[in-house]
């Protein structure tokens, strides 16, 4: 949340130089963010594909 913050409040005090607050705040922070809550959110019992795929590779030797 406070990324999201932050990209809007760079991009609001920027005054004329909106075009490189806006680059950070798009290209940084706003997918950065996304991530976090993709992650923040995932349930607990959820495990990557390529875990996954390594357990049951490991149990076979």
Known sequence: MLLLDDAWFD???AGRAVVLSLTPACVLE????????????RPPGMV????????REAAHV
């Open 30 to 41: 706003l997918p950065l963010a996304i991530l976090c809550a993709v992650t923040a959110l």
């Open 11 to 13: 991009v609001v005090t």
């Open 48 to 55: 990557p594909v390529q875990a996954a795929v390594a357990q």
